[in-house]
């Protein structure tokens, strides 16, 4: 089959033909529809997450096909152990030894894919399957984020990319007001995020016109911690949403003081992907996509990293 394989961290992607997966007991094989492209993915190649497998096909927003017709997701979290201290405790996102698609195990990038059934989801009916695929990390990594601000009403986002574009959407949807930051310049991000229900968009180190109760950061930028801590309102949260930051700046402690809550999030569990799928037909949910064909996933990659696009970047074999 055809795969686009990472052979070392810093390299681009290539191009190969390798053999198709076989599926071990309790996997199915699944027929890639199409792949979300997701900054996590930059990371892995750009070498800040360490120890991937190689050679990798990367790629964890799949949307498959198993050969008797049904539509299933693939998210990032591949397999989990069941019985580490983590996982009996409704923890899974955190197992000792959990192993992740695209990272661990071999991902969306490539005609065919294997996955554990366990960890794979129904894609809801009405989303074709770009437009599905970024609700598998994007969408459930952001609505995770969106759970630990509890009943925040004024909800800022720091970068607006594929996350954000669906969470502005469950956001608004639940009668909270969504501030956008972007990049100082960036009027078309803050457009979109305003056409997508913000109530307000502007450059990152602008304050709000009110405390927020709670942020999530996006963009892999630490710089932007005390900035949204700045930005909250006493008992406020910040919560960061990346797998990877740059180092964040020392800051007063003034700036935590009065309870305010920092705190990052990590991977998902399945109980998160069951309840925001379930959700998102609801909203609805409306993702804006740009596809790529299988062999241009690292234009998609680079178009992300520029910030080229508005929305997700899904890739098409
Ligand atoms: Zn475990
Ligand atoms: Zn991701």
């Not at 409704?90 to 197992?95: A, D, F, I, T, V």
């Not at 894609?123 to 970024?134: K, L, M, R, T, V």
């Not at 459930?140 to 502005?168: E, K, P, S, T, W």
């Not at 960061?240 to 740059?246: E, L, P």
């Amino acid at each position: 089959m055809k795969a686009m394989v990472l052979r070392a961290p810093g390299a681009a992607l290539a191009l190969d033909t390798i053999d198709a997966p076989e599926p071990l007991d309790g996997q199915l094989l699944l027929r890639v529809r199409a792949c979300g492209v997701c900054r996590t993915d930059l990371h892995v190649i750009d070498g800040e997450l360490e120890h991937p497998k190689l050679p990798l096909v990367p790629g964890h927003q799949i949307v498959g096909e198993t050969d008797d017709g049904r539509r299933l997701g693939v998210p990032w979290l591949g397999w989990t152990c069941g019985e580490c201290r983590f996982c009996t405790s409704g923890r899974e996102n955190l197992c000792d030894r959990a192993r992740f698609i695209g990272y661990d195990l071999d991902g969306g990038y490539a005609e065919w894919v294997v996955a554990d059934e366990r960890f794979c989801f129904p894609i809801p009916d009405g989303f074709p399957d770009d437009q599905a695929a970024p609700l598998l990390c994007a969408g459930l990594i952001g609505y995770r984020c969106l759970r630990m601000c509890g009943d925040a009403r004024r909800l800022g986002l720091y970068g607006f990319g594929a996350a954000a574009h669906i969470l502005v959407q469950v956001a608004r949807a639940q009668d909270r007001e969504v501030y956008a930051f972007t990049r100082d310049g960036d009027d078309v991000a803050q457009a979109f995020a305003r056409e997508l229900g913000a109530t307000w968009a502007g450059p990152s180190r602008a304050p709000p016109p009110q405390p927020l109760d709670a942020a999530i950061i996006f963009a892999p930028d630490g710089g932007l911690v005390p900035l949204a801590l700045r930005a909250v309102a006493p008992g406020g949260s910040v919560v960061c949403g990346g797998i990877h930051m740059s180092d964040i700046p020392s800051f007063p402690y003034t700036e935590l003081w009065e309870e305010r809550v920092l705190r990052s999030v990590a991977n998902l569990t399945r109980r998160d992907g069951e309840e925001f799928l379930r959700l998102a037909p609801e909203v609805p949910v409306e993702t804006r996509v740009r596809t790529y064909p299988l062999e241009l996933v690292n234009e998609a990659l680079a178009d992300l990293r520029a910030g080229r696009f508005s929305g997700a970047a899904v890739v098409v074999p």
